[in-house]
């Protein structure tokens, strides 16, 4: 029973290292909204930041629809930020048809003119037209 147990935590330790020493990172703060708080209707849920060459950034992830109301599409503006929380570019997209109380997914390109890294992106809800 014991090098059961001993051989259960040194894979645990094993999947851990192999995780972190891949480069992905694990933010809490950036996947997914913990405090559940909104001023609209849509909120973003989660966000993936990919980065590519030429000081491009792909965003991704997921909104959620918390009105009661279906929307026949949606604007909403995509920022990312530095590590210094500094607003380092912005972009404008709009998303089609999101169902009342449902989720959709998101795609966005960023690039950084000056070459500083963003470390973190928010959407935000500009308008929508429901219906």
Not at 44 to 50: A, E, H, L
Not at 67 to 94: C, F
Not at 102 to 115: K, P, R, V
Request: neutral net charge; contains cysteine; glycine residues 6%.
């Amino acid at each position: 029973m014991q090098s059961r147990k001993s051989a259960l935590t040194l894979s645990f330790l094993i999947v851990i290292s192999i995780v972190m020493t891949s480069g992905c990172t694990f933010d809490m703060g950036n996947l997914i909204n913990q405090k559940n708080d909104s001023k609209g209707d849509i909120i973003q849920y989660t966000v993936n930041i990919d980065e590519s060459n030429n000081n491009s950034y792909h965003v991704n992830g997921m909104v959620e629809n918390r009105a009661n109301q279906n929307y026949s599409s949606v604007n909403l503006t995509v920022t990312g930020y530095n590590a210094k929380k500094e607003t380092i570019s912005q972009t404008k997209i709009t998303l089609p048809k999101i169902l009342a109380h449902d989720y959709a997914n998101y795609d966005a390109w960023l690039t950084s003119s000056n070459g500083e890294k963003i470390t973190t992106a928010t959407v935000g809800f500009i308008n929508g037209t429901k219906g």
